[in-house]
């Protein structure tokens, strides 16, 4: 439907905002990939986000991860799962007036890096924390 | 049609802290049925939340965030009595809309 309108030109990229999705960067499969769909060409390594997550999830269906930013006019917070089959898993836009911080539930099939990759004032910033997995969360 | 989402909006401060539950399958495509069929991808893509006209919070998902999905984040400007409303859209296009009143702290 949106594509329809957007090739009759009725909706213009940007405009219809919350029914944007970004399939390319959901099909990436490594962190390089998918920090290249999501626009970036490099990251930096930053001590400025914080990943508040277990060391060990006991079950990779619902782990917890908060994700905190102390970078200066953040824009996204990126949640990557560097060995899910596909390695993006959420993308939140922070408008102005909200706190950059933001907690979910993610699935992980085995233990692996998480990466927060955070776009501030068009710059990419990340940070890792590895997440030992004892029971798979994707395939049942 | 999904069950309604469970959101709490209070006050933490000078800011409104929201926690909401969502109820949706966040099915990934890749999980086998019991007779080895592919069960189809069903999840969340996008979710919105707006304040007073205003987005404070929207996300695009995958498939590997958890089964009935949780997101709780805080933003500036709410008020007790004012709403926060939460919209979701699937990759089906589904959707559903829910809101709540902020409480006091």
């Not at chain 1, 919350?18 to 399939?23: G, P, R």
């Not at chain 2, 997101?71 to 939460?86: A, D, L, N, Q, W």
Request: net charge positive.
């Amino acid at each position: 439907m949106l594509a329809l309108a957007a090739a009759a030109g009725l909706v213009r990229p940007g405009e219809a905002f919350a029914q944007q999705w970004n399939k390319a960067a959901f099909e990436t499969k490594s962190v390089a990939d998918t920090l290249k769909a999501l626009g970036g060409s490099g990251s930096t390594e930053s001590a400025q986000i914080q990943i508040t997550a277990p060391d060990i999830a006991e079950n990779g269906a619902v782990v917890p991860i908060t994700i905190e930013s102390g970078i200066a006019r953040t824009q996204t917070i990126a949640i990557l799962i560097e060995k899910n089959p596909n390695t993006l898993s959420a993308n939140f836009e922070i408008p102005e007036g909200t706190d950059p911080f933001v907690t979910t539930r993610v699935k992980m099939a085995e233990t692996s890096n998480i990466y927060a990759v955070v776009r501030a004032d068009g710059k990419y910033f990340h940070a890792a924390k590895e997440i030992k997995v004892t029971l798979g969360g994707c395939g049942g | 049609m999904a069950d309604p989402m469970r959101i709490r909006a209070s006050m933490a401060g000078d800011k409104v802290e929201v926690r909401v539950l969502m109820s949706h399958e966040m099915e990934t495509g890749l999980r086998k049925d019991a007779k080895g069929a592919v069960v189809p991808a069903h999840f969340i893509q996008n979710v919105t939340v707006t304040h007073a006209g205003k987005t404070v919070l929207s996300a695009q998902w995958g498939t590997s965030i958890s089964k009935n999905p949780f997101m709780h984040f805080r933003f500036k400007g709410g008020k007790p009595g004012e709403k926060v409303t939460i919209s979701w859209v699937d990759n089906k296009g589904e959707r559903r809309t829910d809101e709540v009143v902020i409480s006091g702290g």
